[in-house]
């Protein structure tokens, strides 16, 4: 099993950016594949981005592409997501979360196909 604890969030203006980390523990991290999701109030958990285990495949929802990119380093068990040009509307807890598999599949954007999940960190986008 893999443990996940992500940092980085904060308040930031509209058009500003921030990165967000997600550190991960256990010996078998290089071999997942890894995705973010964020979840607004009163809103269901949506995807936005995740990476093959080797970082060579990655998808983005379609509200954040252009915007946001997902990438990883093995060597520090970490995923990472910078996100450029941020708007209100990404106001949201964001989650990282691991599938035991080193390939994304076909429905990686739905979250029952990931299986470990961090707490999640806030990001508030002011206006």
């Known amino acids: 099993q893999v443990q996940l604890v992500e940092s980085g969030g904060g308040l930031v203006q509209a058009g500003g950016s921030l990165r967000l980390s997600c550190a991960a523990s256990?010996?078998?991290?290089?071999?997942?594949?890894m995705g973010w999701f964020r979840q607004a109030p009163g809103k269901e958990r949506e995807f936005v981005a995740c990476i093959s285990w080797s970082g060579g495949i990655t998808y983005y929802g379609d509200s954040v592409k252009g915007r946001f990119t997902i990438s990883r380093d093995n060597g520090k068990n970490t995923v990472y997501l910078q996100m450029n040009s941020l708007k209100p509307d990404d106001t949201a807890v964001y989650y990282c979360?691991?599938?035991?598999?080193?390939?994304?599949?076909?429905?990686?954007?739905?979250?029952?196909?990931?299986?470990?999940w961090g707490q999640g960190t806030q990001v508030t986008v002011s206006s």
């Open positions: 979360a691991g599938r035991r598999s080193p390939s994304l599949g076909v429905y990686y954007y739905t979250e029952n196909k990931y299986d470990d």
């Open positions: 256990g010996r078998t991290f290089s071999s997942n594949a």
